[in-house]
């Protein structure tokens, strides 16, 4: 093994022990209400009385999930097995099917709507629960999730899944995923965890209907998603693919080019995973022309015009470890490993939390934590950070 192997290899799993899923464990289960938390701050005040989102409950199970897979460590499996019992008794509708949004500190439905997202990130959490563990339920529960998602977001039409839907699985006004997201019929963001999500199920589950789903969802990616001249993820569109937004998600972009591979790969289909490598490619060296800054982090957003958020939140960094390291194992043009490289030095330099532990919600462009104090919330979660990881321990051993 390589010299820089060996002193990166150490590093990352230190992070991922000692900092990501220690703090998780210490710091945000919930021994009154049950589950976890749904809110701390970056100075470790709890609010016992926030809602409770289905992103943050399944990201936590997937998370612990995957480290017990791994390490077979039963610190890991009795989170994973609080996750699964929280997320299996208070956000599946047993009325109509699928998850609620959102639960109050309760554990009741505060926001009962049917968004496509949550229903995916519950497939992919459920199905690595059963990769660690064969818990047969957990199998079961994904499978019928698939059938739910299939039957009601998928628009049989002009392919691709509708972003949300009512409690009932009605046409709802109000689609969007957060406050930050345009109110549109289609997203990159839903289409690109939904291709997570199957691509996790298909490990376990090979079924011929799974399959073909998996293999139009990365056609649907490659042919209205990725824009052909940019290289770029368009965000948010009508039901026909028509393109409503103009901005550029750098974070999506890396994350995408290295989930779209890893999606063919698994789906097994070698003319699609070629193409895919070849997209891929041309994302992640658009990110890195474009969107990386001098000291190594990876700006938020732009637009036509330029730079529309200088901030570095993150998510992103994490997934452009992944990402341009991925991109050098493809191409083996070292600019790509220097880059991952980069991306992780900034997160040692400026993310990680060295005072309160975990991660800072982001930095502005002077490397100082920005104004969002959240350490856990609905979309704050162990997922990007702790599968970097995870990516990356078994990336650089091979």
Same mark, same amino acid.
């Given at each position: 093994m390589s010299d820089w192997k060996q002193q990166w290899l150490p590093a990352i799993e230190a992070e991922l022990k000692d900092n990501i899923l220690g703090f998780w464990m210490k710091h945000s289960i919930d021994e009154e209400k049950g589950g976890f938390y749904g809110y701390i701050s970056r100075e470790l005040e709890v609010d016992a009385s926030a809602d409770k989102s289905s992103v943050l409950n399944t990201r936590i199970l997937w998370t612990f999930a995957s480290a017990y897979r791994i390490y077979k460590d039963k610190q890991y499996l009795r989170i994973a097995e609080r996750a699964y019992a929280y997320v299996t008794e208070h956000f599946i509708d047993r009325e109509y099917g699928g998850l609620y949004w959102m639960v109050d500190a309760e554990?009741?439905?505060?926001? @009962?709507?049917?968004?496509?997202?949550?229903?995916?990130?519950?497939?992919?959490?459920?199905?690595?629960?059963?990769?660690?563990?064969?818990?047969? @339920?957990?199998?079961?529960?994904?499978?019928?999730?698939?059938?739910?998602?299939?039957?009601? =977001?998928?628009? @049989?039409?002009?392919? =691709?899944?509708?972003?949300?839907?009512?409690?009932?699985?009605?046409?709802?006004?109000?689609?969007?995923?957060?406050?930050?997201?345009?109110?549109?019929?289609?997203?990159?963001?839903?289409?690109?965890?939904?291709?997570?999500?199957?691509t996790n199920l298909y490990r376990v589950w090979k079924s011929d209907e799974l399959s073909a789903k998996l293999k139009e969802l990365i056609e649907v990616t490659i042919k209205h998603i990725i824009d052909a001249d940019s290289a770029h993820f368009l965000l948010f569109f009508d039901e026909e693919w028509n393109s409503k937004s103009e901005h550029v998600s750098y974070g999506?972009?890396?994350? =995408?080019?290295?989930?779209?591979?890893?999606?063919?790969?698994?789906?097994?289909?070698?003319?699609?995973?070629?193409?895919?490598?070849?997209?891929?490619?041309?994302?992640?060296?658009?990110?890195?022309?474009? =969107?990386?800054?001098?000291?190594?982090?990876l700006w938020n957003e732009a637009d036509a015009h330029g730079l529309i958020d200088a901030d570095k939140d993150w998510w992103p960094q994490a997934e452009a470890v992944v990402g341009f390291y991925n991109a050098y194992q493809m191409s083996g043009d070292e600019k790509y490993r220097?880059?991952?490289?980069?991306?992780?030095?900034?997160i040692e330099n400026y993310i990680v939390d060295k005072q309160f532990g975990e991660w800072h919600w982001s930095v502005n462009e002077d490397g100082k934590p920005s104004e969002n104090v959240q350490k856990v919330s609905a979309w704050k979660c162990p997922y990007h950070n702790g599968r970097a990881c995870f990516e990356m321990l078994e990336r650089l051993q091979h």
């Open positions: 554990g009741s439905p505060s926001q @009962p709507k049917k968004q496509i997202y949550g229903q995916a990130f519950a497939i992919y959490a459920l199905s690595e629960y059963y990769r660690a563990t064969g818990h047969e @339920p957990a199998l079961a529960q994904a499978i019928e999730l698939f059938s739910v998602l299939e039957k009601h =977001g998928y628009d @049989p039409i002009h392919k =691709g899944y509708v972003e949300a839907l009512s409690r009932e699985w009605e046409q709802t006004d109000d689609l969007s995923l957060s406050n930050k997201d345009l109110n549109e019929k289609k997203s990159m963001n839903t289409h690109l965890h939904v291709l997570e999500a199957y999506h972009d890396i994350e =995408g080019s290295w989930l779209l591979v890893e999606a063919a790969e698994v789906l097994g289909n070698e003319a699609l995973l070629a193409e895919s490598k070849a997209i891929a490619l041309r994302m992640a060296e658009a990110t890195l022309n474009e =969107g990386v800054d001098k000291d190594g982090g220097d880059a991952a490289q980069r991306s992780w030095q900034f």
